[in-house]
């Protein structure tokens, strides 16, 4: 699927946010998604069908910076999966060279694919940042000896995969780490929400007149897990961590007029999140502005 040229989707803190479609993932839901049966305490699946889990890239202009939060897949998942990052940067004529910093909420394949090209930087000019636990984790050689090929996550691929998206930009002084102590630019808010990695930071930005959170993989599929919120998510290292943050933050969010900004959300993945029942419902921003 192919959207057309992006355009701002709203002003915070004096910045243009545009979200920029990178592709589509096709993926059997039973493999992904399961719940607890309370009997016997083992997973079983509750979705059978295939879904197309959608991926967003966000980039910000304003403050003398352009940056991007995350990369989307890249060359990660094969020839059926077509990036279009570079082509939606082209459209509103942002080269590569411009980008100044590439926020990443986390180091899975769709997230930091777009790093590279033919094993070269895209990115030459900009500093890459995330979580110091997302780098200590995914550069252990230990934890890539004991990675498994047979489950989602943590799988051997995934740290395959992270050590040659990182490893050009780590020869080339472009990666600094943050944590909870880091002070981040004009608006910036880190909000540390680990389970789905070690690392995985979620970024609030805020005026007095909106706040908007990148909700990284707080949600793979809005059509699943708004509706089934107590889904286990299989790409979640800690299934269970994950779990009880990914349905703190449901409720959180719809209690409040925080508008969400997500990698998997319907493009153009900003919306807001409203609470129906046992279940949730996204509104999204071009419906409901």
């Known amino acids: 699927m192919m959207h057309n040229t992006p355009h701002v ?21 039973e493999k992904l998604f399961s719940v607890v049966n309370p009997e016997t305490g083992n997973n079983q699946s509750i979705a059978t069908q295939k879904i197309n889990i959608p991926v967003n890239v966000f980039l910000l202009i304003g403050n ?19 990036s279009q990052l570079l082509v939606q940067m082209s459209f509103i004529s942002i080269n590569p ?34 979580h110091e636990n997302e780098l200590q984790y995914w550069l252990n050689k230990t934890n890539l000896k004991m990675a498994r090929t047979d489950v989602l996550s943590p799988n051997k ?3 395959i995969n992270a050590q040659k998206a990182l490893s050009p930009y780590l020869d080339n002084n472009q990666i600094q780490t943050f944590n909870s102590n880091t002070n981040f630019p ?48 299989g790409f979640d290292i800690d299934k269970d961590k994950g779990l009880v943050e990914r349905l ?25 999140l409203i609470k129906e029942g046992n279940s949730y419902v996204f509104v999204s921003m071009d419906r409901n502005n």
Request: proline content about 4%.
């Open 157 to 159: 691929k995934s740290f």
């Open 186 to 233: 004009k608006g910036f808010t880190l909000i540390e929400m680990f389970g789905h990695t070690p690392g995985h930071s979620l970024f609030q930005i805020s005026d007095p007149k909106c706040t908007l959170i990148f909700c990284a993989d707080m949600v793979h599929s809005s059509e699943l897990q708004f509706k089934n919120p107590n889904l286990q998510d």
């Open 64 to 82: 003398g910076k352009k940056i991007l939060i995350d990369t989307g897949a890249g060359e990660n998942f094969g020839p059926l999966y077509q």
């Open 9 to 29: 989707m709203i002003n915070i803190a004096g910045y243009d946010i545009y979200t920029l479609f990178d592709g589509d993932i096709r993926f059997d839901a």
């Open 97 to 130: 060279e411009e980008i100044t910093d590439i926020y990443l909420t986390h180091v899975h394949n769709d997230h930091t694919g777009g790093l590279i090209l033919n094993n070269e930087r895209v990115f030459k000019n900009a500093m890459i940042h995330l």
């Open 248 to 272: 703190r933050f449901y409720s959180e969010m719809a209690g409040s007029k925080i508008h969400l900004a997500g990698n998997h959300l319907p493009y153009p993945g900003l919306g807001r």
